[in-house]
T-cell receptor, first 114, second 110 residues
C-alpha cells in the first residue's frame, strides 16, 4: 500500500450505532488530519494530530471521537450520530503541521446516517 | 488570521479552451500557497505549490499558477482544457496551519 488509505470507503449507520473510520498513511509523516466535506459546504477541518498529540479540535461535537495510536494510524470513532453528519470524511497527512508541507489525502469514507 | 477566497463557485469552459481559476488570500507575510484538485468521490490531490522564488510555478497535468504579491492572488491556469479536467479545485494557504478555499467546480463542455 502506498499513500493514504481509508476504510471503509462507504458506511451506512443508524443513529444509535457505533462505528469507526480508519486511516493509515504509508508516507512516514508526522501530522494527520480529519476533514468533513458536506455537499454545498466548504471543507471543514475537524482534528489535527502532530506526533500523535492532538493539536487542534475545531469545536467538533463529542459524538466524534478521534484516536491516534501512532503516527501512521488515525481513527474516528462515531456514536449516536445525526443525519446532518452524513458527509465525506477525508483523512490527510503531512510531514509536519507547520508551514510548507503539502497534505496528502485519502479517498475518503462516504458516511450516510439513517 | 489567514483566509482564502475563491470568487467563482462554478466555471464552465469548452474543451480546448483556456482556463483561469481565481484565488485571493489574506495573510500578513508571504504564505505558502497550494492548489489541489478533487475528482468526484475522491480525495484531494496536489496540483502545485508556491513557497518562494519564481512567481510562476508549474504543476502536474499541464497546470500552472502565478503568485502576484501586489494583488494577493495565486490564480491557476491551463492553456487547453481536457474533458478529464472536470473536477473541483481548491486553493489553500498555509502559515502554521492550512486554510482551504471553498472550491471552484469546473465543468468542461464537449
Amino acid at each position: 500500500e502506498t499513500g493514504v488509505t481509508q476504510t471503509p470507503r462507504h458506511l451506512v449507520m443508524g443513529m444509535t450505532n457505533k462505528k469507526s473510520l480508519k486511516c493509515e498513511q504509508h508516507l512516514g509523516h508526522n501530522a494527520m488530519y480529519w476533514y468533513k466535506q458536506s455537499a454545498k459546504k466548504p471543507l471543514e477541518l475537524m482534528f489535527v494530530y502532530n506526533f500523535k498529540e492532538q493539536t487542534e479540535n475545531n469545536s467538533v461535537p463529542s459524538r466524534f471521537s478521534p484516536e491516534c495510536p501512532n503516527s501512521s494510524h488515525l481513527f474516528l470513532h462515531l456514536h449516536t450520530l445525526q443525519p446532518e453528519d452524513s458527509a465525506l470524511y477525508l483523512c490527510a497527512s503531512s510531514q509536519e503541521v507547520a508551514g510548507d508541507y503539502e497534505q496528502y489525502f485519502g479517498p475518503g469514507t462516504r458516511l450516510t446516517v439513517t | 488570521a489567514q483566509s482564502v477566497t475563491q470568487p467563482d463557485i462554478h466555471i464552465t469552459v469548452s474543451e480546448g479552451a483556456s482556463l483561469e481559476l481565481r484565488c485571493n488570500y489574506s495573510y500578513g507575510a508571504t504564505p505558502y500557497l497550494f492548489w489541489y484538485v478533487q475528482s468526484p468521490g475522491q480525495g484531494l490531490q496536489l496540483l502545485l505549490k508556491y513557497f518562494s522564488g519564481d512567481t510562476l510555478v508549474q504543476g502536474i497535468k499541464g497546470f500552472e499558477a502565478e503568485f502576484k504579491r501586489s494583488q494577493s492572488s495565486f490564480n491557476l491556469r491551463k492553456p487547453s482544457v481536457h474533458w478529464s479536467d472536470a473536477a473541483e479545485y481548491f486553493c489553500a494557504v498555509s502559515a502554521g496551519k492550512s486554510t482551504f478555499g471553498d472550491g471552484t467546480t469546473l465543468t468542461v463542455k464537449p
